[in-house]
């Protein structure tokens, strides 16, 4: 098959599109033919050499995609050949082909295209994850989401309204912040132009309004983020962007019984992963078929044109996902 290699020898590490070896198949598997894939800001942390697949995960990038199977193992009963699927991968996304478990696989509706499917995977079962099995979010508490205007920002603030929670965002532009307001944030700030805390304070007059927080940016939001934590509030890790090191008055978790929440995806074992999309499919789902939620795709690349694609997320130019078309 065709697939992204890095040539990690030259300057920049280039992405090439070239021939590797077919994946195999296990019993319980399907080999899908893939038509997308979507990049995460991962790939390039992988590409840097800075993230490593985990044991067992393709070296190929890519995290998720959308395809029609094109062969099944021996032991797969509910799936067929020509189906269109959609599924979250430990990596091997940028590629002709890729081998799937089938536990991890959702039917891709008829009406959906195969671009729409590959933006679903990584950033909306990450939102779910982190907001509602990590953090535990609740219909009409308050949720505070750093980075609205990235991938999992985008995921995050339509299934936290769609879930009856006020939410309020961070963006870096002005654009994004008006396109997380279109998505339903209630309160969108543009972080580079005001305190992000102190304005949520003065919005909601209240010293500590927050009940969770979903963080991308790490050690130059910490304190900030603690203050605005309400009784009982969670702060959840999913990224460290501006550093990871930082200090923490331990009183301030106690007082007011504050938990702090690290967590990541694509190392965890394939039970938790199947656990997580499926309670994710049983929550969401519905509102994915009727409309209310959509993925939401930035711009589509041809696979070929990845090196180009990967430079608008470093200077992050999108908003929601770019997704590159494998034909
Ligand atoms: N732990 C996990 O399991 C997991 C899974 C998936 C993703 N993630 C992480 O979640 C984050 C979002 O992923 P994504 O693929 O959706 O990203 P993305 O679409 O590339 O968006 C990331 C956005 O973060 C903002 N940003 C970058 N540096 C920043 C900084 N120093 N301070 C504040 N904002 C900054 C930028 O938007 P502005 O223009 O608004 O600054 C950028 O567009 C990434 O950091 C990724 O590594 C973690």
Known sequence: MQAITIQTEQEGHPLVWQTVADPTYQADEVLV?????????ADLFQRAGHYPPPPGASEILGLEMAGQIKAVGVDVTNWQVGDRVCALLPGGGYAELVN???????ALPDDWSYEQ???ISEVFLT????????????????????????????????????????????AGTAEKVAYCEKLGAELAINYKQADFAKQIQQYTD????????????????????IQLLNLRGRLVFISTLSGAKTQLDLRQLMGRRLRV???VLRSRSLVEKVEIKQRFLNQFW???LDGT???????????????????????????????????
């Not at 033919?33 to 800001?41: E, K």
């Not at 799937?100 to 959702?106: A, E, F, H, I, N």
């Open 206 to 225: 209240h010293k500590n309004p927050v009940d969770v927080i979903l963080d991308i940016v790490g050690a130059d939001y910490f304190a900030r983020n």
């Open 100 to 106: 799937v478990p089938t536990d991890m696989l959702m």
């Open 261 to 263: 929440i690290g967590s």
């Open 117 to 119: 499917g590959a933006a």
């Open 33 to 41: 033919d893939i038509q997308a894939t979507a990049i995460n800001r």
């Open 286 to 288: 519905p509102s994915f």
């Open 127 to 170: 939102a779910y994850v982190n907001l509602f099995m990590e953090a535990n979010l609740q219909a009409e508490e308050t949720v505070l989401i750093h980075g609205g205007g990235s991938g999992v920002g985008t995921a995050a603030i339509q299934m936290a309204r769609q879930a009856g929670c006020r939410v309020f965002t961070t």
């Open 293 to 327: 939620i959509k993925p939401i795709i930035d711009s589509v690349y041809p696979i070929q044109q990845v090196n180009e694609a990967h430079e608008q997320i470093r200077k992050n130019r999108n908003i929601g996902k770019i997704v590159l078309k494998v034909v």
